[in-house]
Nanobody, 118 residues
């Protein structure tokens, strides 16, 4: 069973920064894709940023040039650096990891709240 634990959420002012981290119980470089998703009240969960095992990244248009997804080998963690935060970035942020060894899995963290004050 793959476990993912997010941390780093909290309150930030508009224009400020936060850094989220997702610690994994399995080697994150063994996962064929990892990503950050978010869900605001009354809205569907949406993808924020993803990274493949080869390091290819992709971002939602709404966060391009503001957010950066990365993997920390020493911590075995997936990070999300969020800069120039906007009130519309407020949501619960979830970490996701998918892999195929030793079985297919699609793991989610419990989520971390991000609040942005205007």
């Amino acid at each position: 069973q793959v476990q993912l634990v997010e941390s780093g959420g909290g309150l930030a002012q508009a224009g400020g920064s936060l850094r989220l981290s997702c610690a994994a119980s399995r080697n994150i470089f063994s996962m064929y894709t990892m990503g950050w998703y978010r869900q605001a009240p009354g809205k569907q969960r949406e993808v924020v940023a993803t990274i493949t095992s080869r390091g290819t990244t992709d971002y939602a248009d709404s966060v391009k040039d503001r957010f950066t997804i990365s993997r920390d080998k020493a911590k075995n963690a997936l990070d999300l650096q969020m800069n120039s935060l906007k009130p519309e970035d407020a949501a619960v942020y979830y970490c996701n990891g998918r892999g195929t060894w030793p079985y297919d899995y699609d793991a989610w963290g419990q989520g971390t709240q991000v609040t942005v004050s205007s």
